[in-house]
């Protein structure tokens, strides 16, 4: 681990397993409570009396300049790390985790400039102006599914306005985020200014949540976990920025470019093997083509290559964990006696090694379903019929969740009457998956609070002050006699 610039070894382990192959990778800390206890004091120590948030902004940037530089060398390295690590595909890592990373860090280090207070205009004789200043000490908690992407997001946007961190990654992916404590290291970051530890959202996890010397949460995973995290950082009143779940819409029109629209479709729901907090896992398909882009999009979800996530041709890697696996099992299990299964639903011939999942769909399938209203986290697609525009709106939004959702038409009104209806953090519109730094995301209802990325994902690890200086004519405000003693 890496606590107050030093490496620390571990008392105890957690074991990596390849997904794959299930063979053992390598052990890891699982931190204790000790451990803890002195990643928080820290990044305390280096937030309260460490000149990090004093640095100016540009010595801070070149510390994230490096940081992006170190990883663009080491990048064939880490995209493999993270492979084996995850079951994540090569074509994943190497052309999205590992490279969009980099790119945050060198984003966050440029637009930071941008975050700046204004001068306020007021009815008094007095300026009045707002500085944005760093929240203090942030807890950043990450799920598995991109956990060298997602730790580029909330580090480099945390650090860069003067913030210190605590982070930790998933206890089922943890050694990408092990292997950049080093590169922080090489790139001279500050003592204690990001501590990096590992173990259990159940000890360490909820130790970030509940500790009154931590100011803000920066979480992303699941609904559960974040309304457990919501009820812990009550203790001294944290910020909060929560990244939930998700159950989210891919509304097809009929006037859709085919082509685009399938390909669409498939990339939404078994990208990454399903694991994706905006997956598309509601598919909202209008009748009239309802036949034909099913048979289509069963033609070609069979074609999809299942084989070991090292391979750069495979298609579909294995699940995170033999856990995964099973819920996701679980999930298909309720699907056949719900709906109608159209193809997958089983652990793919040949792969009894590895946690693997057949990319699935299940067809005639009711919005009240629980594979419609529950996040599966997996390669299974629920598909929904629909005639109307109005009915496919309300189908969209009859969901607890609201992160993402996607529209595919021709008709550029329709899209932008549509997008504008749906209750949702981020719509794409003959597109998927588009994500972009200078772009917020986030969630609407139990999606989460908050945003990441973009203007509004700096601002959230920011405080705004309000500095008032009277300028009273003979340096006597109103106050001056208030009380007339
Ligand atoms: P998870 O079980 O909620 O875990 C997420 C992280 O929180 C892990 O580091 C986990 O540690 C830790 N954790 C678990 N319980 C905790 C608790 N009570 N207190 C504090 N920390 C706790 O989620 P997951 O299964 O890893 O990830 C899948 C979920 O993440 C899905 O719901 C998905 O939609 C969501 N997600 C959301 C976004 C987004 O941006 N909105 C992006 C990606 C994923 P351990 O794993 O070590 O136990
Ligand atoms: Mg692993």
Known sequence: MYIDGEFRDAQKTITSINPCSEEVIADFPKATEGDLKDAIRAARRAFDKGTWPQLRLEERASYLTKIAALIREEAFDLAELETKDTGKTTKQTTFIDIPVAADAYDYFASAAKEVKGETLSIPAAALSYTVKEPVGVVGAIIPWNYPFLMAAWKIASSIILGNTVVFKPSQYASLSCLALAKIFDTAGLPKGVVNIITGTGREVGMGIAQSPDIDMVSFTGSTESGREIMKAAAVNIKKLALE????????????????????????????????????????????????????????????????????????????????????????????????????????????????????????????????????????????????????????????????????????????????????????????????????PFGGYKQSGIGRELGKEGLLEHTETKHINIDLSPGGKSLVTNWFSV
């Open 244 to 439: 939930l779940g998700g159950k989210s819409a891919n509304i097809v029109f009929a006037d859709c470019d085919l082509d685009a629209a399938i390909g669409g479709t498939l990339s939404a729901i078994f990208m990454n093997q399903g694991q994706m907090c905006v997956a598309g896992s509601r598919l909202l398909l209008q009748d009239s083509i309802y036949e034909k882009f099913i048979a289509l999009l069963i033609e070609k979800t069979k074609k999809l290559k299942i084989g070991d996530s090292r391979a750069p041709d495979t298609d579909i890697g294995a699940l995170i964990s033999k856990q995964q696996q099973t819920d996701v099992l679980g999930y298909v299990a309720i699907g056949k006696k719900e709906a109608k299964l159209l193809c997958g639903g089983k652990i793919p011939d040949g792969f009894a090694k590895g946690f693997y999942v057949e990319p699935t769909i299940f067809g005639e399938v009711n919005n009240n379903m629980r594979i419609a209203q529950e996040e599966i986290f997996g390669p299974v697609l629920s598909v929904i019929k629909f005639s109307s525009i109005e009915e496919a709106v309300t189908i969209a939004n009859d969901t607890p969740y609201g992160l993402a959702a996607m529209v595919w038409t021709k008709d550029l009104a329709k899209a932008h009457d549509v997008s504008k209806r749906l209750r949702c953090g981020t719509v794409w519109v003959n597109t998927y998956g588009g994500f972009y730094n200078e772009a």
